[in-house]
Structures are given as C-alpha cells and as structure tokens.
C-alpha cells in the first residue's frame, strides 16, 4: 500500500482527478471498472471504487493516524437531476468487534431515525450489515424524498469496519426528477462490496 502514485503530466479530465484534493486519494489514474477509479484510505486501511465525477469534501474531512477517517463524497448527474452523496467514517480497533452498538451509532448517522432490522451478507474478506430508508426533505412546498442505502461493513481478518451511507434524491426541487430506486440500491451494494480492507 505504500506504492508510490503515479504523477503524470496532465491529469485525467475527469472531476475526480481535476479536484486537487480528490486525487490526492485515487491509487491510479486508470478506471478499474468503467466510470470509476480506486480510491485509497490515507489511513492504509481500506480501498474502494471511486465515481469519476465525484469530489472528497476537505472541509469534511477528518483524520486520527491510521485508526480513524470521516470523510464525504459528492457528486451529481445534471442530465436526470439528481445529487449523490456518499459518507464513509472508517475505524480500527476492537470495539468494531461490536455490531450491536455500531449498528445503532449508524442508524443515528443515517439521520433517518432508522430503528428496522439490518440483512446480514457475508463474504470472504468482510460481513455486511445493510439497510435502507428514505426520507421527506421537502422544503416550503417543493417536495422531495431522500433515499438512503447504509451499512456496516466489517473485516472478517481485522478489527477494522466502515460505516458507509450513500444518498440520493433531487438535485432541484424545482425540475422534476426520477430516482430508479432498484437501480440506486444495486450501485450502493456494489460500492460497498468494493471496499476491501488491508491488515
């Protein structure tokens, strides 16, 4: 993991890896799979597929050594109106070995006030805890719903998990848009089993 980045002359002209900070976490400028690069935890711990249109928020971003990491993506499709979020907050340490408390902390995290149950999905490499929910964001009389797809996803060789949660609905409430949920709800699974974690 400690490979160093390639650095070439002229950057990919994608929004990724035009935004400074962004790039600072792409392992390679080379898509993985179409429309993604792999992201790189600066923690070491974990990679991930990367949307190429999206940005890190620095202002979000947060960092305590190798053992924690917070941080938010985002990104939009204008053609179809939508706005995409993604909140990941990485830990190390054997209190993930608690599903029951990290579960609720992201249930708390999903602000959806979620208190359903979660579908246990295990791999090889990890155990995924996943859930879903949506909520009204409607503002004055400009209705609006956010749909959210959220999990904890632990290593099965490593104290280490991700509570992620991605989220979508209308970009402006003022034009209509379409959220294909099924369609929504297959990306997130695939950027969750993506994460790979690293002893």
């Not at 070491?44 to 979000?60: C, E, H, I, N, Q």
């Amino acid at each position: 993991m400690d490979e160093q980045k390639e650095q070439p002359k002229k950057w990919p002209d994608t929004v990724a890896f035009q935004d400074e900070f962004t790039r600072e976490f792409m392992a390679s400028t080379k898509e993985v799979k179409e429309g993604y690069y792999l992201f790189q935890s600066k923690t070491d711990g974990y990679t991930m597929l990367f949307p190429k249109d999206a940005v890190v928020a620095k202002w979000l971003y947060e960092r305590d050594g190798k053992d924690f990491e917070s941080l938010a993506i985002g990104w939009d499709n204008e053609e179809e109106n939508l706005d995409y979020s993604i909140d990941l907050q990485y830990e190390q340490g054997e209190h993930m070995e608690d599903i029951e408390t990290n579960l609720y902390l992201l249930s708390s995290r999903a602000y959806a006030d979620y208190n359903g149950s979660y579908m246990k999905q295990e791999y090889n490499d990890k155990t995924i805890y996943f859930a879903k929910s949506q909520k009204d964001i409607s503002v004055d009389d400009k209705h609006d719903t956010e749909y959210l797809f959220f999990s904890y996803i632990k290593s099965n060789n490593s104290h280490q998990g991700v509570l992620f949660i991605y989220s979508v609905n209308c970009n402006d409430a003022r034009k209509s848009c379409q959220v294909k949920v099924e369609e929504e709800e297959k990306t997130a699974k695939m950027l969750m089993r993506s994460i790979t974690f690293y002893d």
